[in-house]
T-cell receptor, first 118, second 112 residues
């Protein structure tokens, strides 16, 4: 059973603080993702990583950075937190596979971190 | 890039009725279409998926249909029950990439 864990369920920070959100998966998945979830906007991709030390920007990377030094761990960093970064943050992982040339495979989500920036 | 639109944003049905959620996509290279269910306070979980070489897939009370020509796919839930109340997300994944493109979600409420 795939397990994706996130370091905190709830986090309260002040404007300007540097914030680290950690995600760990235990299934040796290559791909890892960070999303933020806001009402009416669905799941928006911030960054993803397709392998160790590799990263790609998603749809809303501004104000965020990421780090993937080990395969099982993917960190999201808010360099200087702002109130508009108050949100639910979801991490996910996926084992990229191929079947007859098609990519597929489920994304497994972590429980989420509810971040409030005051 | 891919653009996924999902309708309706909210849906209320009486218990026992059917519910249908529709998504459209823009990239003809997309070939994998999963549906995720997110119950209140919980993480999204895959409930059903379909690949581009299949037109319909069923799993008990849920089914997904895909129309590649029109670039739309739908989730059908029959005989709805209160435990089906949740937010449902569709997604489209192009063959060439790693990124999942999600719809904005549908909040389904099943009224007992």
């Amino acid at each position: 059973d795939v397990k994706v864990t996130q370091s905190s369920r709830y986090l309260v920070k002040r404007t300007g603080e540097k914030v680290f959100l950690e995600c760990v998966q235990d299934m040796d998945h290559e791909n890892m993702f960070w999303y933020r979830q806001d009402p009416g906007l669905g799941l928006r991709l911030i960054y993803f990583s397709y392998d160790v030390k590799m990263k790609e920007k998603g749809d809303i990377p501004e104000g965020y950075s990421v780090s993937r030094e080990k395969k099982e761990r993917f960190s999201l960093i808010l360099e200087s937190a702002s109130t508009n970064q108050t949100s639910m943050y979801l991490c996910a992982s996926r084992n990229r596979g191929f079947l007859a040339g098609e990519s597929y495979n489920e994304q497994f989500f972590g429980p989420g971190t509810r971040l409030t920036v005051l | 890039g891919e653009n996924v639109e999902q309708h309706p944003s909210t849906l209320s049905v009486q218990e026992g009725d059917s519910a249908v959620i529709k998504c459209t996509y823009s990239d003809s290279a997309s070939n994998y279409f999963p549906w995720y269910k997110q119950e209140l306070g919980k993480r999204p979980q895959l409930i059903i998926d379909i690949r581009s070489n299949v037109g319909e897939k069923k799993d008990q009370r849920i089914a997904v249909t895909l129309n590649k020509t029109a670039k739309h796919f739908s989730l059908h839930i029959t005989e709805t029950q209160p435990e089906d109340s949740a937010v449902y997300f569709c997604a489209a994944i192009p063959n060439t990439g790693n990124q999942f493109y999600f719809g904005t979600g549908t909040s389904l409420t099943v009224i007992p």
